[in-house]
């Protein structure tokens, strides 16, 4: 999507320190870090939210979910673990409308969230 900043990292029209990538899916570092560790997952499709996701988007997401694992193991998280969280529109504060899953890592975690 033209106007999309997610989009524009996926085409590498805007830099990102990307730490992971494959055909269906993107990771790069959250340019405002919330926790020493903190990673932007998402699907290289522009799906703006939670409720734009099609059946065959099912495949995509579960590659999302899987670099989760693949990226925490690489980092040196499989002891400690680490947090995934999507904020879907207003009230969770979403703010880019392409789809994306943060993982928070690095430091014990507050539960639950603000
Ligand atoms: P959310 O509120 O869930 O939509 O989170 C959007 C996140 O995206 C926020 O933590 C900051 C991050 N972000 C926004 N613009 C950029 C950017 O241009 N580059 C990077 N690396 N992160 C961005």
Not at 11 to 23: G, L
Not at 42 to 57: A, C, N, V, Y
Request: charged share 25%.
């Amino acid at each position: 999507m033209q106007d999309c900043i997610f989009c524009k990292i996926v085409k590498k029209e805007i830099p990102a320190e990307i730490v992971y990538e494959n055909d269906h899916v993107l990771v790069f570092k959250d340019v405002k870090p919330a926790s020493p560790i903190h990673l932007l997952l998402i699907p290289k499709k522009h799906i703006p939210t939670f409720f734009d996701l099609q059946p065959e988007d099912s495949q995509i997401i579960g590659e999302v979910q899987r670099a989760a694992a693949t990226v925490a193991r690489d980092m040196g998280l499989a002891e400690k673990g680490f947090r995934l969280v999507s904020n879907c529109m207003e009230d969770a504060g979403q703010l880019v409308f392409h789809m994306h899953y943060h993982m928070l890592a690095g430091r014990p975690l507050q539960w639950p969230p603000g």
